[in-house]
């Protein structure tokens, strides 16, 4: 066996899907629309993290769309998108847990072929994910109370100018 074969896994079978589930994800929308935008933000270096909820909401309500879905992406390999609650304590928990998984004290293989020093910020960017899905519900984001959409800086560079994607569709009023 090659040494790739123990990273794959199995994936369920289809029969093992209800017909009524297949149906519900298989159904065209009606009238149905796409709305795509680009958001720039800048950032001022490794740990800021930054509330991009009240952009995602100018996008939705720019797209017209009540009802949907909300995509986000960052472009880039040492920067992430989340959830969680905007508050100092947290944030500063998260940032926290980062560290304890992707230390800056540690050698990283990355560092070594590139030398850029930022072998920590791709693997922190790996855990956390780029991209992230919000419902879209009655023209707003289906986000708990106290759950905002963040953008993690996590390179190692002072200043990066980052792209953020918004993909929003579903059903516009009147279609």
């Known amino acids: 066996m090659g040494g790739t074969s123990n990273l794959l896994c199995r994936l369920p079978e289809v029969s ?7 149906d519900f994800f298989q159904r065209p929308l009606s009238g149905g629309m796409m ?4 958001i720039q933000v800048t950032t001022h270096g490794e740990g800021q993290i930054h509330d991009i909820t009240p952009h995602l909401r100018e996008v939705l309500n720019e797209s017209g769309i009540l009802d949907g879905m909300a995509n986000v992406f960052i472009t880039g390999s040492t920067a992430a998108v989340t959830t969680i609650e905007y508050e100092s304590g947290v944030l500063n928990d998260l940032s926290r847990a980062l560290s304890v ?3 800056d004290t540690s050698a990283y293989s990355h560092d070594a072929a590139w030398g850029d020093g930022n072998g920590r910020s791709h693997v922190k960017a790996s855990l956390v994910g780029p991209s992230l899905s919000v419902p879209v519900a009655e023209g707003g984001l289906a986000l708990g109370t106290w759950q905002q959409v963040v953008l993690l800086e996590l390179d190692v560079r002072p200043t990066r100018t980052r792209t953020v994607i918004v993909t929003v569709w579903g059903e516009k009023p009147g279609k």
Request: no cysteine; proline share 7%.
């Open 35 to 38: 709305f795509r935008k680009s």
């Open 101 to 103: 998984l992707a230390p």
């Open 16 to 22: 093992r899907v209800s017909v009524a589930e297949r």
